[in-house]
């Protein structure tokens, strides 16, 4: 896992709660396995989303908005292509619907894809799953596996090998 850029597929960085946890716990074990992490909440200057946020409600807002937005996506995009390995946080009732896309994304550039689901509520279609059977099968057929507590973050890693 040593050199390894780890893309961090994410809801948390919209929350104080989660972008601690995503920087107290999760870039840490990330990190200590050799791996460089990838935040796509890094890569925004929190300045430029409050200007907009502080425009007056109108179509200026909404063309600043629908720019950056597209630049986001388009940042983000590149950066999976640039990263070797997903790891993707699941928590929620439903798998966040942009963490989602990028797992498909992902699964579709052969990346290798790491689920966390520290999350306890069900969220499955049925009761063979974890999460969303379409997110789950994207994750398990890149060679990859689900999570449920951080320490196993270090096992799971060093038992995955990349999907061919």
Same mark, same amino acid.
């Given at each position: 896992?040593?050199?390894?850029?780890?893309?961090?597929?994410?809801?948390?960085?919209?929350?104080?709660?989660?972008?601690?946890?995503?920087?107290?716990?999760?870039?840490?074990?990330?990190?200590?396995?050799?791996?460089?992490?990838?935040?796509?909440?890094?890569?925004?200057?929190?300045?430029?989303?409050?200007?907009?946020?502080?425009?007056?409600?109108?179509?200026?807002?909404?063309?600043?908005?629908?720019?950056?937005?597209?630049?986001?996506?388009?940042?983000?995009?590149?950066?999976?292509?640039?990263?070797?390995?997903?790891?993707?946080?699941?928590?929620?009732?439903?798998?966040?619907?942009?963490?989602?896309?990028?797992?498909?994304?992902?699964?579709?550039?052969?990346?290798?894809?790491?689920?966390?689901?520290?999350?306890?509520?069900?969220?499955?279609?049925?009761?063979?799953?974890?999460?969303?059977?379409?997110?789950?099968?994207?994750?398990? &057929?890149?060679?990859?596996?689900?999570?449920?507590? &951080?320490?196993?973050?270090?096992? &799971?890693?060093?038992?995955? &090998?990349?999907?061919?």
């Amino acid at each position: 896992m040593s050199g390894k850029r780890i893309y961090l597929a994410s809801p948390l960085g919209f929350s104080e709660a989660g972008t601690q946890f995503i920087r107290q716990v999760l870039v840490p074990e990330l990190n200590r396995l050799g791996a460089q992490v990838v935040n796509p909440f890094d890569q925004v200057d929190p300045k430029r989303i409050q200007a907009i946020s502080a425009m007056p409600a109108g179509a200026a807002r909404i063309a600043a908005w629908r720019s950056l937005n597209a630049e986001i996506g388009k940042m983000n995009q590149d950066s999976i292509d640039g990263c070797d390995i997903i790891f993707a946080v699941l928590d929620g009732v439903d798998v966040d619907s942009g963490t989602a896309s990028e797992i498909g994304y992902a699964y579709a550039k052969q990346k290798l894809i790491l689920g966390y689901r520290g999350d306890f509520r069900l969220s499955s279609d049925n009761g063979g799953g974890i999460v969303n059977l379409q997110v789950e099968h994207f994750i398990r &057929a890149s060679g990859g596996t689900i999570v449920s507590k &951080a320490a196993e973050i270090a096992g &799971a890693f060093a038992s995955l &090998a990349p999907k061919k």
